[in-house]
Nanobody, 123 residues
Framework: VQLQAYGGGLVQAGDSLRLSCAASERTFSNYYMGWFRQAPGKEREFVAAISVRGGNTYYADSVKGRFTISRDNAKNTLYLRMNSLKPEDTAVYYC?????????????????WGQGTQVTVSS
């Protein structure tokens, strides 16, 4: 499945932003989906994941309570709502589709990746 993330931008600390990830195929609804991010000079890290129908969600401790992952399978779209943004949330954010049987927090278990969207949070 081909993915395209968008919705990033430059915001101030405390602001909110919603990222979207559009999938090219209806098979999107067959995949667990995840968001990862990569800050300058750092490795890409897990942010959030969601089950096929959206009933189960998983978050990194650093974003728990501030970020919300969701999906609309009818629109083949994944979302990441980010509230109370902090400068340390500054990164390129990627959406990805989890390989069947993979671990949602393990980067190498994701097969398809979007191109990434930049989020910059100023203090």
């Amino acid at each position: 499945v081909q993915l395209q993330a968008y919705g990033g931008g430059l915001v101030q600390a405390g602001d909110s932003l919603r990222l979207s990830c559009a999938a090219s195929e209806r098979t999107f609804s067959n995949y667990y989906m995840g968001w990862f991010r990569q800050a300058p000079g750092k490795e890409r890290e897990f942010v959030a994941a969601i089950s096929v129908r959206g009933g189960n969600t998983y978050y990194a401790d650093s974003v728990k309570g501030r970020f919300t992952i969701s999906r609309d399978n009818a629109k083949n779209t994944l979302y990441l709502r980010m509230n109370s943004l902090k400068p340390e949330d500054t990164a390129v954010y990627y959406c990805a589709a989890l390989r069947r049987g993979g671990s949602y927090y393990t980067e190498r278990d994701y097969d398809s990746w979007g191109q990434g969207t930049q989020v910059t949070v100023s203090s």
